[in-house]
């Protein structure tokens, strides 16, 4: 497969919210890509903005939630491929943990997502977003709650 110089990765921020043992995801509606499967909330890094900064504000625009952040999680190399639209897209995705301690996630942008929901990470719904399976194959697990230093 040869390289085209006019087509790069694109950057993803995935934020691992974690409340006590469980963790955020919301039901993905998109027409590009992932529609219907399980993922953190999150979105693209913006041109000037730091992953963190991203992480905060995607967190608040899709969710209403304020996060701290504790730490920075490992990234997965994705490639999306097959026949649904949106197939044929390359994705490096950076994972953030933080926290939220307070507050209900809101479905603030419905028509990106369906529902919020808390899970256990040994019980995640299924089917998960492709950086999500890829996270899991690499054998990432959080951090035990209140292990985390600021």
């Known amino acids: 497969m040869g390289a085209d110089p006019a087509r790069h990765p694109r950057i993803g921020v995935g934020v691992i919210v974690q409340r006590g043992d469980r963790v955020l995801l919301g039901r ?3 027409s590009t890509h992932g529609d219907g499967v399980w993922q ?3 979105g693209h890094l913006e041109w000037g903005e730091s992953v963190f900064d991203c992480a905060r504000r995607e967190v608040l625009e899709e969710t209403g939630l304020e996060v701290r952040i504790v730490g920075q999680g490992p990234y997965t190399n994705d490639w999306f491929e097959g026949d649904e639209p ?6 490096v995705t950076i994972f953030v943990l933080a926290d939220s301690r307070e507050g209900e996630p809101q ?3 419905p028509e990106k997502c369906d529902a919020w929901e808390w899970f256990a990470w040994d019980a995640l719904p299924s089917p998960l977003f492709l950086p999500i399976v890829h996270l899991l194959e690499g054998g990432f697990t959080p951090p035990p709650p ?3 230093h600021s």
């Open 28 to 30: 993905r509606r998109s």
């Open 40 to 42: 953190f909330p999150g």
């Open 86 to 91: 949106g197939a044929d897209k390359h994705y």
């Open 107 to 109: 479905r603030l942008e």
């Open 146 to 148: 209140g292990t985390h």
